[in-house]
């Protein structure tokens, strides 16, 4: 009956899609629970290399089933691409192994056109968005006029849905925001033709995931985004349109709290950011580009150069609070190597006071200056270690000091990208 939560305690692109394929060997579901393709999760296993947006990172185990939760926001489109891409690298991706819950939303061009209008629209204070339409998208359903998946079944009134939308849509884009409307005819018609290809992928996700847990099979959430792009607990209005925090897998899916045995956060060794909004450990120096060059920190779905910085342990420990995590997942170790010396936030100086606290207010914290702990650092390549006793002392005390100080244990340590590249304190996580 248990269910393991994963998710990401900083920015984004913390590794969650790496830490939950290494997962999913044993796990029986691996269900994806908000977001949409704004997400970009890489799984690397031998010569196969994905860039996932909206199917679960479980997806390259064919005996492990795979679901989208009634919290995620799809782009019919953007899921066919995937699946068709998916298909061509030989990887089963058919409605036995894949199942879209019926209570997503569904993002349409208009979408995406008001995405994109709307970033303009703000100027300076732009968010930075992936421009993909999740914002539109969450403001529709929070309104009550968005369609949900589950309305593709019936092509005679899907089509009457999604014209009335786009007609309403047309207006704002046009009336509001000076932009060229969309085609109403040929995306009524495409949104038609991709209507009938997913139908079959459609499911009850939340009946599925409670007769799972109720059988006793290890339910595996896999969170997008990350805590600090939380709309509620986020440094809003820097932040996405929905909850990637903990409580997101749960109304995302549909079951309740006393089946989450394990929540597991999953953390950089340092800290990065793609859009806009404050980052008090941001580098825009040397050190901060040779994060960038070595950790390959350009965005998996935009391509953007990610902001580099060191690891913020005051974010961190404010992650554990928000989630409850039980244990942490750290990536990206290796990229450290060679560094003379590491940084961590330890503080803020807010105006002259200390503040040992995250604050919920993003211009609070665009005011803040890191108080930092030095560390010395390492100059070993670590990529080859399976044993926390084999690393550098550096590093030992490194990840020995985190855990003290936000008092979660880490059990896995990624130092490379590849699946089998980390260090894990007992292989099998079912005993974590
Ligand atoms: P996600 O969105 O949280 O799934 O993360 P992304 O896939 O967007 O970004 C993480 C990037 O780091 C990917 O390119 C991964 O292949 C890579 N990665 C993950 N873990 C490690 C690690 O331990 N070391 C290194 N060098 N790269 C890693
Ligand atoms: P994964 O799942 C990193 C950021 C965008 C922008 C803000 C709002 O790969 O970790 P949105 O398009 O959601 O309205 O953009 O959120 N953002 C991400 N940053 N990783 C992601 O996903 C992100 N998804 C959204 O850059 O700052
Ligand atoms: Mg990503």
Partial sequence: MPATVVLGAQWGDEGKGRVVDWMTQQADVVARYAGGDNAGHTVIYGEQELSLHLVPSGILYPEKLCLMGGGMVVNPESLLAEIDELEEQG???????????????????CHRALDGAQEQGRGAQAIGTTRRGIGPTYTDKAARVGIRAGAMRDLDAFAEAVRAL????????TQIYGQAPVDVEANVAAYCAYAERLAPYLDNVALR???ALEAGQQVLCEGAQGTLLDIDHGTYPYVTSSNPTVGGALTGLGFGPRYVQRVVGVTKAYTTRVGRGPFPTKLENAVGQRIRDVGHEYG?????ARDCGWLDAVALRYAVQINGFTHLALT??????????????????????????????????????????RFPGWAEDIRAIRARRDLPQAAQDYLAWL????GVPVMLIGVGPEREEAIIEAPDWRAW
Avoid at 91 to 109: N, W
Avoid at 403 to 406: L, N, R
């Fill in 332 to 373: 990206k170790l290796d990229v450290l190597s060679g560094l003379e010396h590491l940084k961590v936030a330890v503080a803020y100086d807010y105006r002259g006071t200390r503040m040992a606290h995250f604050p919920p207010d993003a211009s609070v914290l665009a005011d803040c200056a890191s108080q930092y702990e």
């Fill in 166 to 173: 786009l007609h309403s849509k047309n207006r704002w884009l």
């Fill in 300 to 304: 998996t779905t935009t391509g953007r």
């Fill in 403 to 406: 855990e003290d100080f936000v």
């Fill in 209 to 211: 995931i409670n007769q």
């Fill in 91 to 109: 990887i089963d991706v058919s409605p036995r192994h894949l199942k879209l819950g019926e209570t997503a939303h569904l993002i349409f061009a």
